[in-house]
């Protein structure tokens, strides 16, 4: 079984409300549904990922904002800029890890569209978390790929913001050596989100990367640190 054959997502009970702008609070898990998906055009917002996650992970879906409906009906704009915010997490490293994004989609004349996700997972890494963030966050606005023009990545790792802006090209010419010709770690992590960014370069996509502090009062950034530690706890939770 590969890294990305598994997956256990949790479906809420009852659907979100987009018109209250509630974020999902007192969240109630249905058993996995795997035949939903992230639907930027309904605005419906499912639990099941573009693609699964290592086996034991669990989700949490909180999608946040107005009704998408009626904010598309307001813009005749096809070709959508996209904010990805990212965050990971782990207690003790390595130890147990969350993670989390948040996707905030300008629509020009409208309030932005925002959805979120966060989940965790078992005897991992902080640095597999950050990355895994982005690879989620990356999947699910590939759902939307006709509606894409621009994807900025803000994450405060600058291991996987260097490793996508300068490090990976090299990195797989090298044979996914590392110049003190030691193995790249995550190496699987890596080539997959290689293969999704270069899925939407190939489609014109322009990809950005910026880099933040950890910690210093950004306010998605602490929003995805938040999710990605709530994770957490509720696998500990579980475990009592």
Not at 23 to 42: T, V
Request: include cysteine; aromatic fraction near 8%; glycine fraction near 6%.
């Amino acid at each position: 079984m590969s890294f990305f054959d598994s997956i256990n997502p949790f479906k809420k009970k009852e659907e979100f409300n987009f018109d209250s702008g509630n974020a999902g609070a007192n969240m109630d898990y249905a058993q996995p549904n795997l035949d939903e998906g992230h639907n930027f055009d309904s605005g419906q917002f499912a639990s099941h990922p573009p693609n699964p996650m290592p086996q034991d992970d669990q989700r949490m879906t909180m999608p946040l904002g107005e009704n998408i409906r009626q904010q598309r009906r307001k813009t005749k704009y096809k070709y959508m800029k996209y904010e990805l915010y990212t965050d990971g997490a782990c207690q003790p490293n390595p130890g147990t890890g969350g993670w989390a994004y948040i996707i905030e989609k300008i629509v020009p004349g409208a309030d932005s569209i925002i959805v979120t996700d966060c989940g965790y997972q078992e005897n991992t890494t902080n640095n597999r978390m950050e990355l895994i963030s982005i690879l989620i966050g990356l999947r699910t606005i590939n759902k939307a790929l006709n509606d894409i023009s621009s994807i900025n990545i803000t994450s405060d790792s600058q291991y996987a913001i260097n490793g996508l802006s300068k490090w990976c090209t090299n990195w797989a010419r090298q044979g996914w050596v590392k110049k003190d010709k030691k193995p790249v770690l995550n190496k699987e992590l890596w080539i997959s989100l290689m293969e999704v960014v270069d899925s939407l370069k190939i489609h014109n996509v322009v990809i950005t990367y910026k880099h933040i502090p950890g910690h210093s009062g950004h306010p998605r950034n602490e929003q995805c640190d938040e999710m990605a530690v709530k994770a957490i706890s509720n696998l500990r939770k579980k475990h009592v």
